[in-house]
């Protein structure tokens, strides 16, 4: 459903060209849970980032559902990405001044979804996620693996085919780790297309497929 042919990506800043991809093909499909590993700087928060639609490559093209998407206006690229992904990261982003709930709804506030089906989706999601009882709570009130899932129901409130999650659980302990790689993996079998960056080998074995990136390039 996404493809990427012979794509590069350079960043440029003052004084250093960094060549982040180097012609990468790749082609994720829908229902597959795909891992991508790597060392540290070969290009892997760039790649998930590209799929994403959140950046553009210097070369190549990218593809959802069989359109490109330079054949989109800049508007319409921003809808297909919110209608297509859902985005966690390491890091949370959740908003420490909002309720976990309002978090939640987030997504939903830029599609114009109106406010009482906004809480019934978000109370819903959240109740997937085993956070049912914590709506009024600050994100801050809660653990690093609670906060997480909170991210997921976030990233899931508005029924996203692709979900995209930037090492996931390089902020908790093995234990809450292992709680959201269930939550992860029980989206997938439902039917959510998933690409994670791991640094964690035992993790991205959960995934139905392993990429490996080295320097740029895809080795495996
Ligand atoms: N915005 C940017 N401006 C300039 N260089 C960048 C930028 N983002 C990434 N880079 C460089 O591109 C290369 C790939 O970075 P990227 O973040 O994709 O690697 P990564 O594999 O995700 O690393 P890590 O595992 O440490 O998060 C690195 O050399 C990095 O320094």
Redesign the pocket.
């Known amino acids: 459903m996404i493809r990427l042919q012979n794509i590069s990506k350079t960043?440029q800043?003052d004084k250093v060209e960094?060549l982040?991809l180097k012609d990468i093909n790749l082609h994720v499909k829908k229902g597959e849970f795909l891992s991508i590993m790597?060392?540290?700087?070969?290009?892997?928060?760039?790649?998930l980032n590209l799929i994403g639609l959140l950046d553009q490559p210097g070369t190549g093209a990218i593809s959802v559902d069989g359109k490109e998407v330079k054949s989109y206006r800049d508007k319409d690229v921003a809808q297909l990405r919110n209608r297509t992904f859902g985005f966690i990261f390491q890091s949370f982003h959740l908003i420490n001044d909002l309720h976990v709930i309002d978090n939640v709804e987030l997504p939903l506030l830029y599609r114009s979804v109106p406010a009482a089906e906004r809480r019934r989706l978000a109370k819903e999601a959240l109740e997937k996620v085993g956070l049912g009882a914590r709506m009024e709570h600050y994100p801050n009130q809660l653990s690093g693996g609670q906060q997480q899932r909170v991210a997921i129901a976030r990233a899931m409130v508005g029924k996203p085919q692709v979900l995209l999650a930037d090492?996931p659980t390089g902020n908790l302990d093995s234990q809450m780790g292992a709680e959201v790689m269930d939550h992860l993996v029980k989206l997938n079998q439902e039917g959510t297309t998933v690409v994670m960056?791991t640094?964690d080998e035992r993790e991205a074995k959960r995934g139905s497929q392993i990429i490996r990136?080295f320097d740029?390039q895809l080795v495996a």
Do not use: I
């Open positions: 960043y800043t960094t982040a790597g060392p540290s700087g070969c290009g892997k928060s760039t790649l090492e960056v640094h990136v740029g």
